[in-house]
């Protein structure tokens, strides 16, 4: 259990970090999975033992991005494809 693991101050750095970076991610932040995966890389952050909200922060926004830029090449080759049914 979390609570086990980590002080209060950190569970809420933690819960800060991740609606911070659940606004990167806009109206996915709602899907669970992706909320997940950034909560999963907050997590790993503080058990390396940076409990800090900015290095917590970082970690979730470095995930959202990540999320974010897997999420771009996809809707680019739907383009492309549609443009080449058309051509």
Do not use: C, W
């Not at 503080?46 to 897997?70: I, Q, W």
């Amino acid at each position: 259990m979390l609570a086990e693991k980590f002080d209060q101050r950190t569970l809420a750095n933690m819960e800060v970090a991740l609606e911070r970076a659940s606004k990167l991610l806009k109206h996915r932040a709602e899907q669970h999975e992706f909320r997940r995966y950034v909560a999963s890389r907050i997590l790993e952050h503080a058990e390396h033992g940076d409990k800090t909200l900015a290095g917590l922060t970082e970690a979730g926004s470095a995930a959202a991005r990540e999320l974010r830029d897997r999420a771009r090449p996809d809707r680019h080759s739907r383009k492309t494809s549609a443009r080449s049914e058309d051509d």
